[in-house]
């Protein structure tokens, strides 16, 4: 959920009305200009007169200890002083501090009630605000059509964060048509404003090809935008292309810099990502207990990939003793999540009675709705189940019935997806016509992809081709 944007981001844009205020043009330029010393020497006389926006500035400055010490209830009585006077930018900041329960307990209601104050007068920021309280539910009823309303009210003001929130909507459907074609034109208006959350976002459509061309080289172009702003999603994401070689070099080098990044700013996604390399030792040494420092950081924030990476180590003893049961405990929860990897490796333990009574109906429902969210392992297993491969699980106790057709179904969503193991069994099967018309032309091309990424057995077919 987007949080309400800081006092600092209300953009407190104080107008001069007196040109012979000089004093007054010091105090609100260095505000802006961020020189707080300045600014709190200029603007202190002038808000003991009773200039509004003179208070605004500083009880701003108190509120975030800048230029002056921090000061909640100093910054509560110049910004309210201020906004009684009738200032937007005031009140704007006095929703924030009720938002964030600074200095006054926190109130929803109080803050929407300022917001709305502020807003009424044109305050960008406060528009902004009051359109995430109404995406939200704080303090007013959910309304979508509500929050599109102010936030394009902000957005036509140039505000970044609001085109982006727009956008959000746009992405969505919610408080208005979904319009992937207008989400994208939002978040271009505030990445051109260098707005990191819009690179990130442009970049995922261009990567997907949502309301533009898909267009990877774009999309890996917003991402390095973004990631070098310090955006975790951002970060993340070409941490993956860089693991998995997607619009880039594959380089688990640079995947591990990325994955550490966003790691240091506390993403679960990121510490998932960077434990999985840990583990395979891939672009770091392998270090098991690594992994499972890093998984247990990502799970402890409820990452359904960490639990199911945490729960293999689990299950195999690897940088922690061999538990079945605490495997089971981190599949279970990570599945209830929606884990298509959990829900594979829970069936694994089904299938052997690993911690649990052995149970091959239900191992085989669990493998068959991880391959139907798109997992390879998953489907690379009911293809060998359903030829009846040896040594698999189920197969060796004739559990699954032989099915050639629904092998060949299963191999091929996994060797699409350029599983080697999948392209060699799927040309096993167009060499000898199990499932599919004999192809042999087709079976050395299966067993070429599957041989160019080390499969020894494809390569030993070829020798003998």
Known sequence: ??????????????????????????CVEAFH????????????????QGNKD????LGVMYYQGRGVPQDYDEALRLLRLAADQGSPDAQAALGVASYQGRGVPRDYNEAARWFRLAAASGNAGAQLNLGILYASGQGVAQDYIEAARWYRMAADKESADAQVALGVLYLQGQGVTRDLKEAARWFRLAAEQGNA????????????????????????????????????????????????????????AESVRWYRMAADRGSAAAQAGLAALYSEGKGVPQNYEEAVRLYRLAAAQGNAA?????????????????????????YRHAASQGSAEAEYNLGILCANGWGLAEDRSLAMRLYRMAADQGNVAAQVALGALYQGSPGTDLAKS?????????????????????????QFGLGV???????????????LRLYRLAAEQGHTAAREKLGAM
Request: one cysteine or more; glycine letters at 10%.
């Open 1 to 26: 959920m987007k949080s309400v944007i800081g006092v600092r981001s209300v953009a407190l844009s104080l107008l001069l009305c007196m040109p012979a205020l000089a004093d007054l043009a010091t």
């Open 33 to 48: 200009a961020n020189a707080f010393d300045l600014a709190s020497a200029e603007c202190r006389p002038l808000a003991s």
């Open 54 to 57: 003179a208070q605004a500035n």
């Open 197 to 252: 959350g819009a690179e990130l976002n442009l970049g995922v459509l261009y990567a997907a090809g949502w309301g533009v061309p898909r267009d990877p080289e774009s999309a890996v172009r917003l991402y390095i935008a973004a990631a070098s702003q310090g955006n975790a999603g951002a970060q993340v994401r070409l941490a993956a292309l860089y693991e998995e070689g997607r619009g880039v070099p594959q380089d688990y």
């Open 306 to 330: 960490a639990e199911a990476g945490l729960g293999i180590l689990y299950a195999n003893g690897r940088g922690v003793p061999r538990d079945y049961q605490e495997a089971l405990r981190l």
């Open 398 to 422: 004739g559990a699954v019935p032989q099915n050639f057709g629904e092998a060949a179904r299963w191999y091929r969503l996994a060797a699409e997806q350029g599983d080697p193991t999948a």
């Open 429 to 443: 099967l167009y060499e000898n016509g199990w499932g599919v018309s004999q192809d042999h032309e087709r079976a």
